[in-house]
């Protein structure tokens, strides 16, 4: 990665935190936990929340983003629609874990140490 896409990965990091909220994302969480790509959402939720854990900050951006496009009421399939409204934030929460596996598994092996 060279330092001008760093820079621009640490940019588009701070913009998607000032959209990222903590507050609206357990919310989330407590209203739709039946869905099954919340435990990936969880995890990855998880990632961008350790303290103790350092991620890159495009894998941050990455992450963020994608918790940010579920939590956030603007989808292109809105989620109030019965039966399909989940399936755009189950297909980005899904292209996220698929694109981030080694990281994930490298976050679960940490994880694991810990206890």
Same mark, same amino acid.
């Given at each position: 990665?060279?330092?001008?896409?760093?820079?621009?990965?640490?940019? @588009?990091?701070?913009?998607?935190?000032?959209?990222?909220?903590?507050?609206?994302?357990?919310?989330?969480?407590?209203?739709?936990?039946?869905?099954?790509? @919340?435990? !990936?959402?969880?995890?990855?939720?998880?990632?961008?929340?350790?303290?103790?854990?350092?991620? &890159? =900050?495009? *894998?941050?951006?990455?992450?963020?983003?994608?918790?940010?496009? *579920?939590?956030? =009421? &603007?989808?292109?399939? =809105?989620?109030?629609? =019965?039966?399909?409204?989940?399936?755009? !934030?189950?297909? *980005?929460? &899904?292209? *996220?874990?698929?694109?981030?596996?080694?990281?994930?598994?490298?976050?679960?092996?940490?994880?694991?140490?810990?206890?």
């Amino acid at each position: 990665m060279t330092e001008k896409e760093k820079q621009e990965a640490l940019k @588009l990091t701070e913009e998607l935190k000032n959209d990222f909220k903590e507050d609206e994302v357990k919310s989330f969480f407590g209203k739709f936990k039946n869905l099954s790509f @919340l435990e !990936d959402m969880k995890l990855l939720f998880e990632m961008i929340n350790d303290k103790n854990y350092s991620l &890159s =900050p495009t *894998v941050y951006a990455t992450i963020a983003g994608a918790l940010a496009y *579920v939590v956030l =009421p &603007s989808d292109i399939i =809105p989620d109030f629609l =019965p039966g399909i409204g989940f399936i755009d !934030d189950a297909f *980005v929460i &899904s292209f *996220v874990v698929k694109q981030l596996k080694k990281e994930i598994e490298k976050y679960k092996k940490f994880k694991n140490k810990k206890h």
